[in-house]
């Protein structure tokens, strides 16, 4: 009877790699370098030992492979896990992976290798081995400690931004360029494939499953499951992208159904089956003649790998606000590349996009990056020692003071998520359009400039100019996250600050990419270097009021169409609620009282000097009422105070007045704005000195029309305050002074009785 070469060559790898795994676990070493020490001993570039038959089907169960260990990915793929590692290690994952893609991308130039060639070696170097650090924590005992867990939720992140990189590698291996309309072309389709993949995931897949609960054993669960991974697979293959992510959004969809769990479970050997198999094939690539051959990159990589991955892993984890202690014994675990570099390589040799030799060279790197992570675990003690003792003593208390190895718990509140979820939701979606409008310059714009400028130098200058400036207001976007809530984490612990600062000198330089990516294509200068070139005048830009307030412009006119019922809704309950139009309700006031002065000071001194988010809207000093107060009004010991803001501005407020001798809050709770206005005369307030707030319609002829708040007129002339804008039926509480005023909104206006009487002379309340 003749027995399939399939079937034989897959009983000669399953018992190499067995016996070799078995000597590497006894050696203590990553199971992962058994196999593939396993599959260089039983390939055909190793003469001594039975060797397969058919490497091609040896392939075909490795892409196999990839598929399963994928799908098993999306498995454990939770927004609730990302949510769980803390802000602390999104800042280190994305230190790291910047750091190392940039790196890795220049050190294929340095050595002459194609562009595709560099990229994808900038991918393979960005990210380190869960398994590896894994198995070495476990080792040595360090499983439990504070900078295990964090390195190890670093990975996490790394392993989900890895699908992502994949997607982006596929879009660009297409037309073998980073840019282009047929790059334009391919993430259009990609996002109706994440479309259909939301749809599945919300309702298809799980009302399925439900419905035949019934009926679903195990064996039946693991055959739905599958034929599931498997289908995606095709539909993402039949579309122009990678097998892996089409594994990898079924695993996540079916993560998220109530079956998530115990299909991970079920499907765990078959994911260990394949992914022994996968990473066998790899070890098949070895050649020993191509390891002589490339002996000086393998060495070169390898350096880079290792202490770039240790020098950024150990910086990400001090901007994060972890120790020093942490930050040099977590950087010694990151030193390696990791399982996920075989995936890229394979990605990159399927696409027929990278050469045949950077293939065994990274295996190479893996290897020899593997076997020295525990040397470097094992001495982290003593170098942090050293460096202790050797760092500068201002350097060292600085540290002490911002840094502090409960970090990672401060990082899971509800306010640090918060504050993530917005910038990484405001990035994604900023760069989004700054691609669009590189795109849409590169494509048409300079064509159509090119056309009509007979210089092809100021063609291109003119190009440049008007690209960028178009791409000023998303990037400022970027930069619009709550700084209430900004202010509000700066002072809640001071070790927040270097997460703080390091999450805006990350804004910047993202942000700075696509003017320098635009620059490239007029000046022959390093985009590395554009980039840092870019980043000064933006961060510049960003703190313009002017900029500010076309942004928010921008952005309110998109939120009061996008949710248009849904506010107009919400205006009609507080309406019927209250018997009246309200801007919001999210307004509060307290009182605080003037203790002690240095000297005598005014508002702005005595503001600007602790970063008040809050507005002071009256001083009552003995008998004396003094209304919205001007920024030149001189503060006395004994005056109360009245300030206004939402309930967040004032809890910020609190905290920065928590160390203050000068102040103090008295003992009135707070109080709603509306309440307050109404309860004015419960304080001893005379009605003439009684602030009221009020609507303003504002329409064509309307003098405030097409006015910034600054130039409106409202404080010099009626001797007043905008405290508030409703544009359609979106509330915009305290806007900032460059906010545009726009025909159709209500003004929401507070002051005293000369500006009523101001307003009413000239028929301007609204009715």
């Not at 003593?393 to 504050?419: H, P, V």
């Not at 708040?709 to 305290?734: D, Q, V, W």
Request: aromatic fraction near 10%; charged fraction near 20%; proline fraction near 3%.
């Amino acid at each position: 009877m003749h027995l399939h070469s399939l079937i034989a060559d897959l009983a000669l790898i399953l018992i190499v790699a067995g016996i070799v795994t078995v000597i590497f676990r006894k050696l203590r070493q990553p199971v992962v370098l058994g196999y593939i020490a396993a599959g260089f001993l039983i390939s055909p570039n190793f003469e001594y030992m039975p060797s397969v038959v058919e490497m091609e089907d040896i392939t075909v169960w490795g892409e196999l492979g990839v598929i399963f260990l994928m799908f098993g990915l999306g498995l454990e793929f939770s927004f609730k896990k990302i949510a769980a590692v803390g802000g602390s290690a999104f800042i280190i994952a994305v230190t790291v992976m910047a750091a190392m893609m940039l790196i890795g991308a220049e050190t294929g130039h340095l050595m002459g290798w194609d562009q595709m060639d560099c990229i994808f070696l900038g991918g393979m170097l960005s990210m380190s081995s869960t398994m590896i650090i894994m198995k070495a924590y476990e080792e040595y005992g360090l499983k439990e400690e504070n900078f295990a867990k964090m390195v190890l939720g670093a990975l996490v992140i790394e392993d989900i931004a890895g699908v992502f990189m994949l997607i982006i590698l596929s879009t660009i291996s297409v037309s073998r360029n980073v840019s282009g309309l047929e790059m334009g072309k391919e993430l259009g389709l990609l996002i109706v494939y994440l479309a259909v993949w939301l749809l599945l995931g919300i309702y298809i897949i799980p009302t399925m499953l439900n419905r035949i609960s019934t009926q679903l054993n195990n064996e039946l669960l693991v055959v739905i499951s599958l034929a599931i991974c498997l289908l995606m697979v095709v539909i993402a293959n039949y579309i122009g992208f990678s097998s892996a992510l089409g594994a990898f959004l079924s695993g996540s969809i079916l993560a998220g159904t109530v079956r998530g769990k115990e299909i991970e479970e079920l499907t765990l050997p078959i994911k260990n089956l394949f992914g022994a198999v996968f990473f066998v094939s790899v070890g098949m690539l070895i050649q020993p003649s191509l390891m002589v051959k490339y002996i000086g990159p393998i060495l070169l990589i390898s350096i880079v790998t290792i202490f770039g991955q240790k020098i950024f892993a150990t910086i990400g984890i001090l901007l994060s606000g972890q120790t020093l202690y942490a930050a040099v014994r977590g950087g010694s675990s990151m030193v390696q590349i990791g399982e996920f570099s075989f995936i890229v390589a394979t990605l990159g040799m399927n696409l027929d996009v990278i050469s045949s030799h950077i293939y065994p060279i990274i295996v190479c790197v893996s290897v020899i990056t593997a076997f020295v992570t525990p040397v470097f675990l094992r001495a982290s003690e003593k170098e942090y020692r050293f460096i202790s003792r050797h760092l500068p003593a201002k350097l060292r208390g600085f540290l002490r003071r911002n840094t502090s190895a409960e970090q990672s718990r401060f990082s899971m509140d509800e306010d640090w998520a918060a504050f993530t979820g917005k910038f990484v939701l405001r990035t994604g979606i900023s760069c989004l359009f700054l691609f669009i409008i590189y795109l849409a310059g590169s494509e048409y714009l300079r064509p159509f400039l090119q056309q009509r400028i007979p210089s092809h130098g100021w063609a291109m200058a003119a190009w440049a100019a008007v690209t960028i400036a178009v791409m000023i207001p998303f990037i400022n976007f970027i930069y619009g996250v709550d700084k209430t809530l900004y202010v509000k984490l700066w002072m809640k612990h001071r070790t927040n600050r270097l997460p703080l600062i390091s999450m805006q000198a990350l804004g910047t330089l993202v942000s700075a990419c696509f003017p320098a990516l635009v620059l490239s294509k007029c000046f022959r200068i390093p985009f590395v270097l554009l980039v840092v070139i870019a980043a000064v005048p933006i961060f510049l830009f960003v703190r313009s009021e002017r900029i500010s307030g076309i942004t928010k412009d921008m952005e309110m006119r998109f939120l009061a169409n996008f949710s248009e019922a849904t506010l107009a809704k919400a205006k009609r309950e507080r309406s019927v609620e209250n018997d009246h139009h309200w801007l919001d309700e999210s307004l509060y006031v307290r009182e605080m009282r003037v203790i002690d002065t240095d000297e005598r000071r005014t508002i702005l001194d005595f503001a600007s000097h602790r970063a008040f988010r809050v507005t002071i809207i009256r001083i009552i000093r003995k008998e004396q009422v003094l209304n919205l107060p001007s920024a030149g009004t001189e503060i006395e010991v004994g005056d109360l105070l009245h300030v206004m803001g939402t309930a967040d501005e004032i809890e910020t407020c609190a905290m920065l007045l928590r160390d203050d001798a000068c102040i103090e809050f008295t003992d009135h709770e707070d109080m709603r704005l509306k309440e307050y206005i109404y309860a004015q005369s419960f304080y001893g307030i005379r009605e003439e000195d009684q602030l009221s707030c009020i609507p303003l319609r504002v329409d064509a002829s309307s003098e405030f029309a097409r006015r910034s708040i600054r130039h409106s007129g409202m404080r010099s002339r009626y001797k007043g305050t905008i405290i508030g804008i409703e544009r359609g039926n979106l509330p915009l509480i305290s806007p900032g002074i460059e906010t545009m005023i726009r025909r159709g909104d209500i003004l929401w206006v507070m002051g005293g009785s000369e500006m009523t009487e101001r307003l009413t002379g000239r028929d301007l309340l609204q009715e």
